[in-house]
């Protein structure tokens, strides 16, 4: 049977993936029958890389040029390819995307937050996990030559609102439970 077929759809979906059907084959969630909302999302990324590369990252004195804004323009078409790269994600008409930046010069870090908006029957965290991740990934392209030793991580869901599940935000670390 195909994977579009309803009747081999998990009949008990809420606690279950929802990109596989009841025989465990891969399929594209079908939203037709969800409303349409408004829906947004906010993820983050780190960079660890050293002090003295943040201050060349706010000097603009890397040779690849001005590593944040070419950072935020790649996380910015990232969002908007989600769907190419993540095979069951739905295309979607993103109303706005945002990144931006923190840079602490005397930890070595680089505080990555990606926004993503959408009217749409389906959830936006893909894109704006896809973007803060695409924006790391191009700070690291940039500014390699100098720390080949960065590291990234980590790229989390930090909130998401709209949908049948409403607000859903990432507890506090260190919060009481």
């Not at 890389?49 to 804004?69: F, H, M, N, Y």
């Not at 390819?81 to 070595?108: M, Q, R, W, Y």
């Amino acid at each position: 049977m195909s994977a579009e077929n309803p009747s081999k759809e998990n009949p008990n979906k809420e606690n279950q993936l929802t990109h596989l059907n009841a025989d465990g084959s891969a399929l594209m969630v079908d939203v037709s029958g969800k409303a349409s909302s408004m829906r947004e999302a906010i993820a983050s990324a780190s960079v660890q890389t050293r002090p003295d590369v943040i201050a060349l990252i706010e000097q603009a004195l890397l040779k690849k040029g001005d590593v944040l804004a070419t950072a935020r323009i790649a996380g910015i078409m990232a969002a908007k390819k989600t769907s190419d790269l993540i095979p069951l994600c739905h295309p979607l008409p993103l109303s706005k995307v945002s990144i931006d930046f923190e840079l602490n010069a005397a930890s070595g870090q680089i505080f990555i937050q990606s926004l993503c908006r959408v009217q749409s029957q389906t959830g936006v965290e893909m894109e704006a996990l896809t973007a803060a991740s695409v924006a790391a990934l191009t700070i690291y392209d940039m500014c390699k030559a100098v720390d080949p030793a960065m590291v990234i991580g980590p790229i989390q869901l930090q909130q998401k609102t709209g949908g049948k599940h409403g607000l859903w935000q990432r507890p506090i670390q260190g919060a009481a439970l």
